[in-house]
C-alpha cells in the first residue's frame, strides 16, 4: 500500500519525530519523501518503506529490495546488513506497526477537520460511504478508501487527509482485542459510530459480549465531549452511557430512540423511508441500495449530518447521491437471469439481511428465488450452528432453490432440509476451489426471469461463479 502525503513534501527528521523513532541519518543528508509504503516493490526515491512484521512475512527482509529500487529512507525496528552498507537513513523504532498510528495521530494535529470514526460487526463501510456521502454535499470530506480500516490501512489513509478537508469518515476494522483501542488513540475522533455487535470475529473473542467489549474501545480515543452514535435495537449497547461524552441512539423499532425510522418500503432499485427526530418526520427519504437493514446506515448518516449542522435538502441530497460500490450489493441483469451480487464478506447477520433482499425483490418481480450461499468464516465452534441458523432462515422465507459453496456451508443446507426444504431445491459443492462446478449446477437449474444471489466470505471469491456464467452469455 503506497500513500501520499497530503502536506507534499516531509523532511525526514520530521516524520521521524512523527513515528516516534530514533533517526539514524544516512550519507544522503536530510531529504524529503512524498510517499509511504508497506510494499518494497512501491518504494522509490521520494517513498519511506515501512517494514512491518506480519504473521507470514517480514518486512525487514525486503529492505534489500526496497533500497534496490532507489528508497533513501526506512522505517524498521533495526538496522539490517544492507541499511548499514548503504547511503539510505533508517528510522529505527520499538514497532513499526505502532509507528503509523504514532504518525497518523501526530498527522492529524496538523489538519483541523472534525472526525468521524466507523466500527461495528456488519455494515461498517456501506455506513462510512453514507455518512461521506451526505457530508460531502455541504462540506469538504475525506474518507478511507474501500475497505483500509486495519491497524495499517486507516493509519495510512490518515496521512493522505487533504489539508482542506473539513469532515473525515474513518472506518476501523479488528480481530482482537487492543486494535480499535489503538485506532481510536491514533484518530481522535469527534463523533463515533457502532453499527452493530454481531458474530464476526466470535472465534477469536469467544463471544457476542467480548465483541461488544472490543467494538467500546472506540470510546478510548473519543474527544471530550464528543459524540457516540448506536443503535438502540441492539441490546448489548442500549444502556452505553458516559460522563466526558454524549449518547444518541438511532432505531428501527423503538420510538423512543433519539432518532427513528418508520414507514420503510423496499422498491425494485430503492428503499425509502420517514425519518423522525426531535418531534419532526422528515418523509420519504430515499437510498438507492435494496433492504431494511440498510435504513440503519441511512440514520447514522443523519445523525452525523445533523451534528455537522447540515439541512434537510443536503441530506436529502447526499443520501440519493450515494451508490454501493466495489462486490457490495450489486444488482444488475446477466442475460435473462437479475443477479444480486453481494460477494465482499459475510457473517450470519449480513446473509439473513441479503436472503431478505432476495425474497423482496422476487416477490415485488414476481420471479423465482436463487440463492448461492458460501462459507462464513471466524465463527470458531459456533460456525455449524451459526451455519444452520442461515439455512433454517432460507427455508422459513421459502426461497425457491439453494445453492451452498464449501464444507462450512454445507450446514446451510442441513438448516434448510431440516426446516422443510425439499432436498431437490437444495444443490451443494463442497469444495471451494472448484468454483466452476457451482457455476455448472447454475446452468442445470436456472430458468429465465430467476433472480439470483450470490453471497459468501471474501476468501470463497465467489464473483468468480458469476465470470464462469458470463462466459455462456
Not at 454535499?137 to 493509519?155: C, D, E, I, R, Y
Not at 440503519?296 to 449530518?305: E, G, I, K, R, S
Not at 447521491?321 to 450470519?348: F, M, W
Not at 432462515?393 to 439453494?402: F, N, R, V, W
Request: overall charge negative.
Amino acid at each position: 500500500m503506497r500513500t501520499q502525503f497530503s502536506m507534499n513534501k516531509i523532511s525526514f527528521g520530521t516524520l521521524s519525530r512523527m513515528c516516534g523513532g530514533e533517526l539514524r541519518q544516512g550519507a544522503l543528508g536530510e531529504v524529503a519523501v512524498r510517499y509511504i509504503c508497506t510494499d518494497s516493490r512501491e518504494a522509490d526515491h521520494e517513498t519511506a518503506f515501512v517494514a512491518l512484521r506480519g504473521e507470514r512475512v517480514d518486512g525487514h527482509d525486503y529492505i534489500s529490495n526496497a533500497l534496490n529500487r532507489g528508497c533513501r529512507c526506512v522505517i524498521c525496528d533495526h538496522r539490517t546488513p544492507e541499511l548499514e552498507s548503504s547511503d539510505a537513513t533508517a528510522i529505527v523504532v520499538n514497532d513499526t506497526e505502532l509507528a503509523l498510528s504514532k504518525l497518523a495521530n501526530n498527522y492529524r494535529s496538523y489538519l483541523h477537520c472534525k472526525t468521524v470514526a466507523v466500527t461495528g460487526s456488519v455494515g461498517k463501510t456501506t455506513t462510512k460511504d453514507l455518512i461521506a456521502s451526505v457530508l460531502s454535499v455541504g462540506k469538504q470530506v475525506a474518507k478511507t478508501p474501500g475497505n483500509h480500516n486495519s491497524l495499517v490501512g486507516m493509519p495510512l489513509s490518515m496521512v493522505s487527509v487533504p489539508y482542506d478537508t473539513e469532515w473525515s469518515v474513518l472506518e476501523m476494522g479488528m480481530s482482537g482485542f487492543g486494535e480499535i483501542e489503538r485506532l481510536s488513540i491514533a484518530a481522535e475522533p469527534d463523533v463515533a459510530v457502532i453499527t452493530n455487535i454481531g458474530s464476526s470475529h466470535i472465534e477469536m473473542l469467544g463471544s457476542r459480549e467480548n465483541i461488544c467489549r472490543a467494538k467500546l474501545e472506540i470510546l478510548s480515543g473519543l474527544k471530550e465531549n464528543g459524540v457516540l452514535v448506536l443503535s438502540a435495537d441492539e441490546p448489548l449497547l442500549r444502556n452505553v452511557r458516559g460522563k466526558s461524552y454524549r449518547t444518541v441512539y438511532v432505531s428501527l423499532f423503538d420510538q423512543k430512540a433519539d432518532i427513528f425510522a418508520q414507514n420503510i418500503r423496499v422498491e425494485t432499485d430503492r428503499t425509502v423511508f420517514d425519518i423522525v427526530h426531535e418531534g419532526r418526520v422528515y418523509k420519504d427519504l430515499v437510498i438507492r441500495i435494496l433492504g431494511k437493514h440498510n435504513v440503519y446506515a441511512a440514520l447514522y448518516a443523519f445523525a452525523v449530518a445533523t451534528l455537522a449542522g447540515l439541512d434537510e435538502e443536503q441530506i436529502r441530497e447526499g443520501m440519493l447521491l450515494y451508490s454501493p460500490d466495489g462486490l457490495r450489493q450489486h444488482i444488475y441483469d446477466l442475460g435473462k437471469i437479475t443477479v444480486l451480487e453481494d460477494c465482499y464478506n459475510a457473517s450470519p447477520e449480513s446473509m439473513i439481511a441479503a436472503v431478505d433482499v432476495l425474497k423482496l425483490y422476487s416477490e415485488q418481480t414476481g420471479r423465482r428465488s436463487v440463492a448461492v450461499l458460501g462459507d462464513m468464516l471466524e465463527l470458531g465452534i459456533e460456525s455449524p450452528e451459526l451455519h444452520r441458523s442461515v439455512g433454517e432462515y432460507l427455508a422459513d422465507k421459502k426461497i425457491d432453490l439453494l445453492l451452498t459453496v464449501g464444507m462450512k456451508a454445507s450446514q446451510i443446507a442441513v438448516g434448510a432440509r431440516q426446516r422443510g426444504m425439499s432436498k431437490n431445491a437444495i444443490l451443494q459443492n463442497y469444495d471451494v476451489q472448484d468454483l466452476k462446478a457451482t457455476a455448472n449446477q447454475l446452468k442445470s437449474v436456472l430458468r429465465e426471469g430467476d433472480v439470483l444471489l450470490i453471497k459468501a466470505s471474501r476468501c470463497v471469491g465467489a464473483e468468480k461463479i458469476l465470470e464462469y456464467l458470463k462466459e455462456e452469455n
